[in-house]
């Protein structure tokens, strides 16, 4: 028996030996794994990625800055989404009615009025429609003709090319319809592995373009500040994730807003910034995915953490997130909606 117990104990030893100068000769790597995390742990709002009861709050939120608009500027945004497919060719004349506007211009610096109302319907239309990223709407004119019959004033209103403009779409716009064909095509191909909850759903689609989209440094392409350079491209700006955010999310029926306004960044400098509030169960989260996706040097991994430091966060993102009121003008100013509040 004793024998027996020597040679175990020299076998063992033997193989300790012969795996100790594998491994110093790099024929042997040994790796010792550490438990895997659950997702979850990363993420602290609240909610659970295993709660299949999160499907509350659908629907897309394509009227949240029109619904905060008076009237008038309402009228001036529902004919424009009334004509948006006529606007594709870049030169159609928007008409309203005669006299629409009567009642403004008749007034003491009316057409100033008429042009700020016509300015929050077109900011509002950027924020909810980013579909119509094609559209350069600082190349459209608001015009007026005035006829006047004795005291008698009517007034005529259409939208058009500005003079110096051949056109109002975007200058980079070569072939319209083939790069919607593509956005429709590539949506459909990246939400098709959108399944779960719709707080699942809206982890996917963040996780999707922390994987595939890069941070454009140089702001030199064309494309950084829309849905075809984020989709197509994959190379952007914050505004060019915060609108493919939105962009998937609508496409998903999920409730998901813009948000635009200034933020503290790691060198704790103030910038401008656009980031998005989505809506899960009645309850608002705030989502940044661009500073989800900071950008990595010496070649090191994106960890968990890093990756949702600002996924479905509550009121604790307005330490260094600040949500502008005004968009351009400061007689149009916007409430947000009031996120989760998140104990500390």
Same mark, same amino acid.
């Given at each position: ?72 500027? *309402? ?125 699942? *759903? ?130 149009? *100013? ?11």
């Amino acid at each position: 028996m004793k024998k027996i117990l020597q040679f175990i104990l020299l076998m063992i030893l033997y193989v300790l030996t012969a795996l100790i100068i594998l491994i110093k000769m790099d024929f042997i790597h040994i790796e010792f794994l550490h438990p895997k995390k659950e997702t979850d742990e990363y993420i602290k709002n609240g909610l659970s990625l295993k709660d299949t009861n999160l499907n509350n709050s659908n629907g897309q939120v394509n009227n949240f800055y029109y619904n905060q608009l008076d009237t008038i500027s *309402k009228k001036i945004y529902d004919k424009i989404l009334e004509n948006k497919d006529n606007m594709k060719n870049g030169t159609y004349e928007i008409e309203f009615e005669e006299d629409e506007f009567a009642e403004i211009l008749n007034q003491e610096n009316g057409l100033k009025i008429l042009s700020n109302k016509y300015q929050s319907a077109v900011d509002s239309i950027r924020y909810d429609h980013i579909d119509l990223f094609y559209i350069d709407f600082t190349k459209i004119s608001l015009r007026t003709v005035t006829y006047t019959r004795g005291k008698n004033k009517t007034y005529e209103v259409y939208l058009s090319p500005s003079e110096e403009q051949a056109n109002y779409l975007e200058e980079y716009i070569q072939d319209l319809d083939n790069m919607l064909f593509q956005l429709e095509e590539k949506s459909t191909e990246i939400l098709e592995n959108a399944v779960g909850s719709n707080y699942q *759903k809206i982890q996917y689609v963040h996780n999707w373009l922390i994987d595939n989209l890069q941070y454009d440094q140089t702001y030199s392409n064309e494309n950084i500040r829309n849905i075809y350079g984020a989709l197509i491209e994959n190379d952007v700006v914050c505004e060019g994730y915060a609108k493919a955010f939105k962009y998937l999310l609508d496409k998903l029926n999920l409730p998901c807003i813009i948000v635009a306004g200034e933020a503290i960044n790691s060198e704790g400098t103030l910038e401008s910034h656009m980031w998005n509030y989505v809506q899960i169960n009645d309850i608002w989260y705030a989502v940044d995915v661009t500073w989800d996706d900071p950008i990595i040097i010496n070649g090191n991994n994106l960890s968990e953490e890093a990756r949702y430091k600002y996924f479905c966060q509550g009121d604790n993102i307005n330490t260094n997130h600040f949500a502008s009121e005004i968009i351009t003008n400061e007689e149009q *100013k916007y409430i947000y909606p009031e996120l989760y509040h998140k104990e500390n």
